[in-house]
C-alpha cells in the first residue's frame, strides 16, 4: 500500500477545499454531497453528537449560518488509493477562538469520496491563539459571542397567534409562551414523531424551538441576553401516535441547546409529553421559565 500517493492527496484536498468553500455559503447541498448518505456516518461537532446521515441532514437544516474562520493549517494523509484524512487548524474571526477538524473519506464504488466520519473541536477559552481582548469587551455580550459560536442567527420573535403575550416578567422570573420550529417566517417541521417525522427530526424541531424561545427572551431581557442568570425549567409538547415512547429523547434537542448556549446555567427542570396535535401541524412545541438580573 502507497501513503501519500501525491494523486490521492490532490483528490482528497479538492474535496476539503469544495467543503470549506460549502461551509463559508452555508451551501447544504454540497455540505450534504460531501458526506456518505448512510445511516454508519458519524460527525461529532463542537456542540452536537450525531449519527447517521439523517441527524446530519436535520442538524444542517437547523444552522443559519457557520461561524466565519480561516485555515491556520491543512494536513492530508492518503492511504492507498481509497483512504485519505484530512486535518483543519482554524481560527475563528468572531471569537478567535482556535478549532481542530478532522475528516475521515473513503473513495466509495459509483460515489467517489465520500466523508465517512467528522470530529470538530474547539479549545477552551484559554487557548493561546485566541484573539485577547480586554475585560470589559469579553464580559460584554457573553451570550451574543456564545450564539455566533453556535452558528446561530436568531430571528424576530414570533407574533402570538391567538389571545396571549409572547412572554411576562414576574419579579425576576420571564415566562415565556410556547415556541413552534418556525423558520423564515414559516413552520419547518410539521407532522407527527413517530408517523412520518424521525426522532433527529423531532430533535430538529425541538431545537429549533428554544432558538424561538431565546428570541422571546432576549426580547424580554431588554436586548441583554447576559442578564439571563438560569434556564429555570422547559416544557415540551411532541405530537406523536398513541404508542410513540421516545418524547424525551426528541426535546433533548431543545435541552440540550440550552446548555450549550448557557453552560451549566443551562440546566433545568423539565416536563415532556405527548399530544395528538398541534397548533398549525407544528411537530414539537417548547415553552420556557427563565431568571433574569
Not at 461537532?45 to 443559519?64: H, K, N, P
Not at 433545568?268 to 431568571?291: C, K, N, Q, Y
Amino acid at each position: 500500500m502507497q501513503i501519500d500517493d501525491p494523486a490521492v492527496i490532490a483528490e482528497a484536498r479538492a474535496v476539503f477545499d469544495r467543503y470549506e468553500a460549502a461551509i463559508a455559503a452555508n451551501d447544504t447541498a454540497v455540505l450534504d454531497d460531501s458526506f456518505w448518505a448512510d445511516p454508519r456516518t458519524v460527525r461529532f461537532g463542537t456542540t452536537e453528537i450525531l449519527y447517521g446521515i439523517e441527524a446530519i441532514r436535520a442538524f444542517r437544516a437547523s444552522v443559519a449560518r457557520y461561524a466565519p474562520r480561516a485555515a491556520r493549517k491543512v494536513h492530508v494523509t492518503a492511504f492507498g488509493r481509497d483512504f485519505a484524512c484530512t486535518h483543519l487548524e482554524y481560527q475563528r474571526s468572531d471569537s478567535g477562538l482556535v478549532g481542530r477538524e478532522t475528516k475521515i473519506m473513503v473513495r466509495l464504488p459509483g460515489l467517489g469520496w465520500k466523508v465517512v466520519s467528522a470530529h470538530v473541536s474547539l479549545l477552551a477559552g484559554s487557548d493561546p491563539g485566541r484573539v485577547q481582548q480586554d475585560r470589559e469587551t469579553s464580559m460584554a455580550g457573553r451570550i451574543e459571542a456564545r450564539l455566533q459560536e453556535l452558528g446561530i442567527a436568531l430571528p424576530a420573535p414570533a407574533a402570538p397567534v391567538a389571545n396571549y403575550i409572547p412572554y411576562n416578567v414576574t419579579g425576576k422570573l420571564v415566562v415565556i409562551s410556547g415556541q413552534i420550529p418556525l423558520k423564515d417566517g414559516k413552520i419547518a417541521h410539521t407532522g407527527k414523531v413517530g408517523a412520518g417525522v424521525s426522532v433527529e427530526e423531532g430533535q430538529a424541531a425541538a431545537r429549533l424551538c428554544f432558538v424561538n424561545l431565546v428570541a422571546q427572551l432576549k426580547a424580554a431581557c431588554g436586548g441583554d441576553l447576559d442578564r439571563v442568570v438560569r434556564v429555570v425549567r422547559l416544557g415540551g409538547f411532541i405530537a406523536a401516535p398513541a404508542e410513540f415512547t421516545q418524547h424525551a429523547v426528541v426535546m433533548n434537542g431543545a435541552s440540550d441547546l440550552a446548555v450549550e448556549i448557557f453552560g451549566e446555567a443551562g440546566r433545568h427542570a423539565r416536563t415532556t409529553i405527548g399530544v395528538p396535535s398541534l397548533p398549525g401541524d407544528a411537530a414539537v412545541e417548547v415553552e420556557g421559565m427563565f431568571e433574569i438580573a
